[in-house]
């Protein structure tokens, strides 16, 4: 399904604006970019925290350049000061001047990522860095500067807890430990700012501490079966911590989705827990074919053709 060059103002004169939300690992990337194919002159803004910053694309998650199928993306690894916190407000500005300037050259932008706090910046019409809205004692304001349509993709969550448990093991199998080791820096190891905030730099920084990447070139970085058991140990406790702070991070951010929710942010929410069963269904199968195929079937019925109908709507209103 195609569309015209879409409208970008409505009658209050805001600039028309695709949000996609939900937790981390629940597809947000892959629905901005299969949007993207049925309006073509879609261009992505990613809003994640750690992904904001050039490096470590494994272990941050970035949508890998093949599978961003020729669109243009915005704000993904275009910090190049990795020991340094970029401010909500920064990225409000820096978000800002980026949409203004896709609208004016005709193109819709779409905001996708899990950083709440920052799209809550980015959106609101009046901004105060000193106010966290997510504390209990906060309200969140409906006042938006943006004609926002809020796509929230959802996954039920004792299948997400799993599926991000096999996703972390799927990284490490792509080289998201060398990519560690590489990055590791023993001045720095246990410094929490910029990109050292990201999963699994503070876990696998422990590791490095008592096992140098340098140290063991015979064994490789990972960890092999013949190698000393307390270094498998203290490997195996990383892995298990990086899988557990990734569920406690996908946790955080749907509390703060509701929190938006519940302080009147209309959202329409897709539920993609039958696509993610069909997936892991079929990363545990070995014939490939027909769950691939069943997969792709589910998230296209359930998430992408709904979502195509509704912002179509609201591009036409």
């Excluded at 243009?72 to 275009?78: D, P, V």
């Excluded at 093991?169 to 929490?192: H, R, V």
């Excluded at 899988?243 to 329409?268: H, M, P, S, V, Y």
Aim: hydrophobic residues 40%.
């Amino acid at each position: 399904m195609g569309s015209s060059t879409p409208h970008h103002r409505n009658n209050q004169n805001k600039t028309k604006l695709i949000v996609i939300m939900g937790a981390t690992g629940t597809g947000k990337s892959r629905l901005s970019v299969d949007l993207s194919t049925h309006f073509p002159h879609s261009q992505i803004i990613n809003s994640d925290k750690m992904q904001l910053f050039n490096g470590l694309d494994i272990t941050t998650n970035k949508i890998p350049l093949p599978e961003r199928k020729g669109v243009q993306h915005f704000l993904l690894g275009e910090f190049d000061s990795i020991d340094a916190d970029v401010a909500p407000s920064q990225f409000r500005s820096a978000a800002g001047s980026t949409i203004a300037d896709i609208v004016s050259r005709g193109n819709l932008p779409l905001l996708v990522g899990g950083s709440n706090t920052f799209i809550h910046a980015l959106l609101v019409e009046t901004f105060d860095p000193q106010v966290d809205v997510f504390a209990e004692s906060s309200s969140v304001s409906r006042a938006l500067r943006y004609d926002c349509c809020f796509l929230w993709v959802d996954v039920a969550w004792s299948v997400l807890s799993e599926y991000l448990c096999i996703r972390v093991d799927e990284m490490l199998d792509s080289g998201m430990l060398e990519e560690l080791a590489q990055f590791y820096d023993p001045t720095k190891a246990g410094a929490m700012v910029g990109l050292r905030k990201a999963i699994g730099v503070p876990e696998f920084d422990a590791y490095f501490r008592k096992y140098p990447p340098w140290e063991s070139p015979e064994n490789g970085v990972v960890p092999n079966k013949d190698c000393d058991p307390s270094r498998r140990e203290a490997y195996e406790e990383a892995l298990q911590e990086i899988k557990d702070n990734t569920c406690r991070l996908a946790k955080r951010q749907i509390g703060k989705i509701l929190r938006l929710r519940e302080g009147g942010w209309d959202f329409t929410r897709f539920d993609a827990t039958a696509t993610f069963q069909a997936l892991m269904k079929k990363k545990q199968s070995s014939a490939v074919a027909a769950p691939e195929l069943e997969w792709r079937e589910i998230w296209e019925r359930e998430v992408v053709e709904p979502s195509v109908k509704i912002v179509k709507r609201f591009l036409e209103e």
